[in-house]
């Protein structure tokens, strides 16, 4: 059975830092990929970013003109991918999931980390 375990969240000024982890347990039995998405309050779930299992990285349309806050790496010793978020905005606040995607295109969600970005 596949687990997957986000940690990192937490509350933080504008302008902060946070990098968010997400680590797979269990055995995908294939190659993976991995994703993150938020929602926000009142709001449905948007894509945030993913990084396949061959290291290529995508970021969501909605994150245009601020992409370059956000960076997306893996470290497939640890079955561990890191979302790094700089000069974090108000807007920012929601609740973000981590997925994994195996090589059957089988989503394995975890249940989700809140980030809020208050002064």
């Known amino acids: 059975q596949v687990q997957v375990v986000e940690s990192g969240g937490g509350s933080v000024r504008p302008g902060g830092s946070l990098r968010l982890s997400c680590t797979v347990y269990?055995?995908?039995?294939?190659?993976?990929?991995m994703s993150w998405s938020r929602q926000a309050p009142g709001t449905g779930r948007t894509f945030v970013s993913r990084i396949t299992h061959d290291g290529t990285i995508t970021y969501g349309d909605t994150l245009t003109g601020r992409k370059g806050r956000f960076a997306h790496s893996r470290d497939y010793a640890k079955n561990t991918s890191y979302l790094q978020i700089d000069d974090l905005d108000p807007e920012d606040t929601a609740i973000y999931y981590c997925?994994?995607?195996?090589?059957?295109?089988?989503?394995?969600w975890g249940q989700g980390i809140q980030v809020t970005v208050s002064s």
């Open positions: 997925a994994v995607i195996t090589c059957t295109y089988t989503f394995h």
């Open positions: 269990g055995d995908t039995k294939c190659h993976y990929d």
